[in-house]
């Protein structure tokens, strides 16, 4: 069964759903969803005048596509709620991400913070992933037009992307403007912390793994045809028994 920390299934959501069909949509929805925000976080970070006329066409249009999904999203809730007044007064937060999309990086850091529980090393890299995505797309951003720099198209902030993140720094490709490292600074923490945490997977994967072995090999083999000392001991005893309850009957007959 999920933990309610998981799912984003709160004590205020379980009172008010009797039946559980909320809080199962709710464990269905909230990853996907938490996803989408993590995917989007680049119009967040982007300030508005760095987008071009397209740019800011896209980003204006994707900024309603975000809030017509969460809508949705929002109204289903609620009509899944027994008293769908009080969901609605109890989730004032949701209702704010409908009119403003970027405010649903808050439930994201839900997302964020599973990461670091053990045994969701696919879900870390996904995220981790995304996060540099952002990352490349912002940088993209701060430095195309900017004096000096080399990055000029995706692809570039791609590249440079990825070889910052698998630590090769090739320095074909790097920012110069300060909200271009401010990004590169935070893939490199990303970086960083995305090798210590598969390290740790893995280490504790292979200590799991000789623990096993360990409990495996120490356990005891039976063998009901294996004769021990203490089974040689007791039956040596039994026959000086038998000896010398006999002994006494044998001297009398003799004499």
Do not use: C
């Amino acid at each position: 069964m999920a933990d309610a920390r998981d799912t984003g299934v709160d004590s205020q959501v379980e009172a008010d759903d009797p039946g559980g069909r909320l809080a199962a949509y709710i464990a269905r929805s909230q990853t996907p969803l938490d996803i989408l925000a993590l995917l989007t976080l680049w119009i967040v970070v982007i300030p508005p005048g760095d987008f071009s006329h397209d740019g800011a066409t896209a980003a204006l249009v994707a900024r309603i596509g975000l809030s017509g999904i969460y809508g949705v999203d929002m109204a289903i809730r609620t009509l899944l709620a027994r008293r769908h007044g009080h969901y609605l007064r109890t989730h004032l937060l949701g209702l704010a991400v409908v009119a403003v999309p970027p405010l649903r990086i808050v439930f994201s850091l839900r997302l964020v913070r599973s990461l670091f529980q053990r045994g969701h090393l696919s879900r870390f890299l996904l995220a981790a992933s995304l996060l540099v995505l952002n990352g490349a797309i912002a940088v993209y951003f701060y430095e195309r037009h900017a004096a000096g720099s080399n990055i000029h198209t995706l692809g570039n902030s791609l590249w440079w992307a990825v070889t910052t993140v698998t630590t090769v720094g090739y320095g074909d490709y790097f920012p110069v403007t300060a909200l271009g490292k401010i990004a590169a600074s935070f893939i490199m923490a990303i970086a960083i912390l995305t090798l210590a945490v598969v390290t740790a997977q893995v280490s504790s994967n292979f200590i799991d793994q000789a623990a096993r072995r360990r409990a495996t090999g120490e356990a005891p083999q039976s063998n009901p045809n294996e004769v021990t000392m203490a089974d040689l001991a007791q039956r040596l005893s039994r026959i000086e028994e038998l000896l010398l309850s006999q002994s006494p009957g044998q001297g009398s007959v003799g004499r």
